[in-house]
């Protein structure tokens, strides 16, 4: 079995990885990370999981939901703490549109994207809706996001400086693009020295 590792020390032994999988609603987040966390034995976490599990709880919709978080930044604060908790000890996958910005010792930071097509086919087929009615929610939600972050964390979410890769998921299967990581990672002088430690040398 491949596995990943860091070369912090932990309990005298290697520190697991952090990965984080970002991207727009429908580009293959969750897909990708499941297939990641499968293959290398890693725990997983969904930020769009925990936002729908809130949704559920409040008994709203997701756009209702949004709507709701617009005017209540708690919301969005809770979804990133449990986020940001659950991945301190490493050993993770995680996906979000924030992870990357909110866990920024992270080992290895993807951006999948595909185009609004594409994504909207993914959503329609996922969440068993019409086309016309997932272009519009999912327009909808990114807006209402997209405000949100830049509102509550100055984050522009199209931002895609901290990442270390960009993957466009409409040119290859989950398969593919796992073996693509793989590579990036098992080669790259980065791996060797990951960016905590790095960080932690620059400090010192």
Request: no cysteine; glycine share 4%; proline share 2%.
């Amino acid at each position: 079995m491949f596995k990943l590792y860091a070369t912090g020390d932990k309990s005298k032994g290697k520190k697991e990885m952090i990965i984080t999988i970002s991207g727009p609603i429908g580009s293959g987040k969750t897909t990708i990370a499941i297939a990641l966390s499968e293959r290398f034995k890693l725990n997983h976490i969904s930020a769009g999981y925990v936002f729908r599990s809130m949704a559920k709880e409040y008994k709203m919709n997701l756009q209702e939901f949004s709507k709701l978080a617009e005017e209540n930044p708690e919301i969005d604060k809770e979804v990133d703490r449990r986020q940001v908790a659950l991945a301190k000890d490493g050993n993770v996958v995680i996906d979000g549109r924030l992870s990357a910005h909110l866990i920024k010792d992270a080992d290895f930071k993807v951006w999948l994207k595909a185009n609004i097509e594409e994504r909207t086919r993914r959503v329609s087929i996922r969440e068993n809706i019409v086309y016309e009615i997932a272009l519009k929610e999912t327009l909808e939600r990114e807006n209402s996001e997209r405000k949100r972050y830049r509102e509550i964390y100055n984050i522009y979410i199209d931002n895609l400086e901290p990442y270390d890769v960009v993957l466009n998921t409409e040119l290859w299967d989950v398969e593919s693009i796992i073996k693509i990581i793989i590579n990036i990672v098992t080669s790259s002088k980065m791996w060797m020295k990951p960016r905590r430690e790095a960080r932690q040398t620059e400090k010192e």
